[in-house]
């Protein structure tokens, strides 16, 4: 933690004095701004040509490339694409889909993740080397290879559905909510960062704990987790972000709409005559969670990242 | 929690148990007094209007009758291909799907659907383009078709001083040169020419292997479907390669065009598009003197695509009689008619076709009837066209892009003849 924010503050202190900058330090710093300054041109572009493709209609759109004109909200602008898609798609339940899946599955993956690392990390047994290098290990196996194997494995198991005032016993996972979450709780990145960044926490502290009685569950409950802020941000946002993006998967187990997330939900727009204006509403509509998300947590997971970078 | 709480919370685990088990034994009995239940599955999400027919047709048939449920599951066109791959991995198909023209024959060998089982004069009257044949039986029909179509501005061919040509008389691959340098020479447009070549997927296939037909090539040898040897690579699927190649070496086409054609070429970049009907009425609502023109002769005749969405019945089905009585319900002109009118594309049949008023004999868009009629070369009927199309797709991607046409073709032959073989001849 000193050495995080050691070095996430010396760049700020050193430019937070322009009166001691010699000639040399006040050019570095131009040419810094103006590199940050294309950065953010280059980064920032595509979204601003989103949100603005959004108030136009198709022909104009395709009319204004090629000039500015593609990043100015001119001609004729209207909000008819955003009354487009909620005519079109069930907007509202999509996003609400896409809101319960991410929300579970963050929560249900800082709480498992977080329980495996401690394990890992703090707790002394024979063979969690082998069992990290495990885990760790599955990292290289990219998800589309597991996709059918899943597929086949969920189609197998039980499920209770609730059928007026009782409940029946049903085979398979499809079409539900948790095959959509489930699958995705266990993560072995999200295990690695929690237990590199428990691993960081100084053990004299569960001894402490440990004299004043407490049990594991009680130090990883009341110790470690109140000190792993940044790594809980970072977990959130990392878990999040492919739960909110999620297309292969539910387009394999989820047949009906009312349980479609928002990335099956752009594709309705994908017609033989596609309405760009409303994918571009639609595409906006759906971003502005992810950057909320991103703007509530981007401290912590700017300082996660840094840490685990110089951790490395 | 005390002990009566415990005690109330484990008379009711118990109650929620033993109506948990009660419902288990009866679950799958319970169904068995009401009519059956027939799950159709879609690809129309997002398409309102075909998405209204479709649910209007199995709402008549819901109420004609009281033995079967039709229910309906729409899915986004994009999504529906591999949702029903994956529904097949893990034996969830429904009774009936609809099935894009060119994967019938996949479809079929894979098992994912089987014979319609309807008589055959079921069909009389119907462009063959729409129906999915598999050795000679009907597994699928459809209610349109497309067609593809090029089109201008009757100002522009004016202008250019190239004569409008006809069904009766197409342009000739040297009138089709000979109009797109007199465009080009006009120097209004960015280009004479936009065959999409910024799109991808089946669009090339559907779009680029007409031309090669017309050239005198194809996509394999379709007396056995054994291979592709001479039919993909000969002299004249060599001449189409090179053509096609030097359209964009002569600046008349661009070598990737913008992501939607019929919008560059109503915003004024393009003298001269080809595409399929669907641009029809956004051409029209922009231009009070936009022509419909047929696609050129280049040695052959002229050859457009054929075969579009069609209905089938899924293999598995428990109730195939009901999803075959459903099928032979909806196999109605009146359908047709909604259809067509509903989406806008040549109706299958000719009797539907003469209650559409754009369609009947001397309609605005009878072109697009009379050019699925005559010009249509359906798309192979083999299991292997799913790979034959990928691999075409990636050949003409590789002309287009300057790669040598003869190495390019070979290679393509090869990657096809060697998929047949691996796959036993795709004859299981």
């Not at chain 1, 997971?301 to 840094?306: E, G, K, P, Q, V």
């Amino acid at each position: 933690m000193t050495t995080m924010s050691t070095l996430s503050t010396t760049p700020a202190a050193t430019t937070r004095a322009p009166g001691g900058k010699t000639n040399g330090t006040r050019r570095r710093s131009v040419l810094v701004t103006v590199l940050r300054s294309v950065l953010v041109v280059f980064f920032a572009f595509p979204i601003l040509f989103m949100l603005v493709s959004s108030l136009k209609p198709d022909l104009q759109i395709f009319a204004d490339l090629g000039s500015w004109r593609a990043f100015l909200p001119v001609g004729d602008v209207s909000l008819d694409n955003y009354i487009g898609v909620f005519d079109r798609v069930p907007f509202g339940q999509f996003i609400l889909n896409s809101i319960v899946i991410s929300g579970v599955t963050v929560a249900l993956g800082i709480l498992v993740n977080s329980m495996a690392a401690f394990a890992l990390a703090r707790l002394r047994w024979r063979g969690r080397g082998v069992v990290l290098s495990l885990i760790l290990a599955t990292l290289i196996v990219p998800f589309e290879t597991l996709a059918l194997p899943l597929l086949w494995w969920v189609n197998k198991l039980p499920s209770l559905e609730a059928d007026g005032f009782s409940l029946a016993f049903k085979q398979g996972w499809l079409d539900t909510y948790q095959v959509q979450i489930i699958p995705f709780v266990a993560n072995a990145f999200s295990v690695y960062l929690f237990y590199q960044y428990f691993d960081s926490i100084p053990r004299e502290l569960d001894e402490a704990a440990r004299m004043d009685g407490a049990g594991w569950f009680a130090i990883y409950r009341k110790v470690v987790m109140p000190l792993s802020g940044p790594a809980i941000a970072t977990v959130a946002i990392l878990t999040f972000l492919p739960a909110w993006n999620s297309y292969l998967w539910p387009l394999m187990v989820v047949q009906s709409e009312e349980l479609r997330p928002v990335m099956i939900g752009l594709q309705y727009f994908f017609q033989m005559n596609i309405s760009w204006g409303q994918v571009m509403a639609y595409s906006s509509l759906i971003t502005i969670p992810v950057v909320a998300l991103f703007l509530a947590f981007q401290r912590s997971f700017i300082n996660s990242i840094a840490s685990s970078g110089v951790k490395g | 929690m005390s002990r009566r709480n415990r005690r109330i919370a484990a008379a009711s685990l118990s109650v929620l148990a033993v109506a948990g088990l009660a419902a288990c034994s009866s679950g799958t009995g319970g169904n068995a007094d009401g009519p059956a239940t027939i799950s159709l599955w879609t690809h129309a999400g997002g398409n309102d209007a075909e998405l209204d027919v479709v649910n209007g047709i199995v709402e008549d048939f819901n109420a004609s009758q009281d033995q079967y449920v039709v229910e309906v599951q729409d899915f986004p066109q994009d999504a529906y291909n591999d949702a029903v791959v994956a529904a097949a991995s893990s034996n969830n198909l429904p009774c009936i799907v609809d099935v894009d023209g060119p994967n019938v024959a996949n479809w079929a060998w894979a098992g994912y659907i089987q014979p319609m089982g309807l008589p055959e004069d079921t069909f009389e009257g119907q462009l063959e383009g729409t129906l999915g044949r598999v050795d000679g039986e009907v597994y699928a029909y459809g209610y349109f078709d497309v067609a593809l179509a090029m089109y201008s501005r009757q100002s522009i061919l004016d202008d250019a001083g190239v004569r409008v040509p006809t069904l009766e008389e197409p342009w000739t691959k040297d009138e089709f040169m000979d109009a797109l340098a007199k465009i080009d020479g006009l120097e209004q447009y960015d280009y004479a020419l936009d065959m999409g070549t910024g799109g991808t997927g089946e669009w090339i296939s559907y779009g680029y292997s007409p031309q090669l037909q017309s050239f005198g090539g194809d996509l394999v040898d379709r007396s056995d479907f054994q291979s592709a040897e001479g039919a993909l690579n000969g002299p004249e699927a060599l001449e189409w390669a090179q053509w096609f190649r030097g359209l964009v070496d002569d600046g008349y086409m661009a070598q990737t065009s913008g992501e939607d054609s019929t919008a560059d070429f109503v915003n004024g970049k393009s003298g001269l598009l080809f595409t399929g009907n669907w641009a029809d009425t956004t051409v029209k609502d922009a231009f009070d003197d936009a022509v419909v023109l047929p696609p050129p002769d280049l040695g052959t005749g002229p050859k457009i695509g054929a075969g579009s969405w069609q209905w089938a019945l899924a293999e598995g089905c428990e109730e195939a009689d009901g999803a075959r009585e459903y099928l032979e319900f909806a196999h109605d002109t009146k359908y047709f008619v909604e259809y067509g009118n509903a989406v806008g594309l040549i109706p299958a049949t000719l009797d539907a076709a003469a209650e559409i008023p754009a369609y009947a004999e001397g309609g605005e868009n009878r072109i697009y009837l009379e050019m699925a009629d005559q010009f249509a070369v359906v798309r192979p009927e083999t299991p292997a066209y799913p790979f034959i199309s990928s691999v075409f797709q990636k050949a003409a991607s590789d002309i287009l892009a300057g790669g040598d046409p003869r190495s390019i073709l070979d290679k393509a032959v090869a990657d096809i003849d060697r998929d047949i073989q691996q796959n036993g001849g795709y004859t299981s």
